[in-house]
């Protein structure tokens, strides 16, 4: 069962810009993790959210949660080519034995 | 220091036939664990490893055996590979089992049943 669901499915920006994607969960977690997959690679950790937090940042990523609305958010700012990857994000809770459990992914290109 | 690696990289089978992916990790992690990708899906965990030992099943197990054979590699069998088996599969470690532990990945493997 997926727990996350990022949204959008696609999204296709101007290099320069920022890049926003989200991710709703359904029950409530411990934290939250955003992956980022480059094609044909294996999935890189980017950043980690706990349920406590409201934000963290790291380098051009800025990750927002908000737990009354299960949701959580990763900008990118200033996107770079190398930035196009498709984006993940799991979240692990106590009732879930501390499995990560995945989303669909955001798939995000970058246009020069 | 390689991190992750998976073998083979690719591989076609015929449906009925056998095989075994390797997975081994160079970081002393405790944790491995072994997921399958399917287009427009998250990663679906098949088997776990909490600790050397220990195996577990995850959401989708039914055709699958694991073996951790030590602390650095745990593997993946199909014994009877089927169509719906067609998948990239990923091995992945983390340092500990708990809350907040980050996985890190290996390169895939890409099997194509026919």
């Known amino acids: 069962s997926q727990q996350g669901e990022e949204d959008p499915q696609a999204l296709s920006i101007q290099e320069g810009e920022n890049a926003t994607m989200n991710c709703s969960y359904k029950?409530?977690?411990?934290?939250l993790q955003w992956y980022r997959q480059n094609s044909g690679r294996g999935l890189v950790h980017l950043i980690l959210i706990r349920s406590n937090e409201r934000e963290k940042h790291s380098g051009r990523l800025r990750v927002t949660l908000d737990t009354s609305k299960k949701s959580s958010s990763l900008l990118i700012t200033a996107s770079r080519a190398a930035d196009t990857a498709s984006y993940f994000c799991?979240?692990?809770?106590?009732?879930?034995?501390?499995?990560?459990?995945w989303g669909a992914g955001t798939k995000l290109i970058i246009k020069p | 220091n390689a991190g992750v690696t998976q073998t083979p990289k690719f591989q076609v089978l015929k449906t009925g036939q056998s095989m075994t992916l390797q997975c081994a990790q160079d970081m002393n992690h405790n944790s491995m664990y072994w997921y399958r990708q399917d287009p427009g899906m998250g990663l679906r965990l098949i088997y776990y490893s909490a600790s050397e030992g220990t195996t577990d099943k995850g959401e989708v197990p039914n055709g699958y055996n694991v073996s951790r054979l030590n602390k650095r590699e745990f593997s993946l069998r199909l014994e009877s590979a089927a169509p719906s088996q067609t998948s990239v599969y990923f091995c992945a470690s983390s340092a500990g089992w708990g809350i907040g532990e980050t996985q890190y990945f290996g390169p895939g493997t890409r099997l194509l049943v026919l």
């Open positions: 029950t409530s977690i411990n934290n």
């Open positions: 799991a979240t692990s809770n106590e009732g879930s034995n501390y499995q990560l459990i």
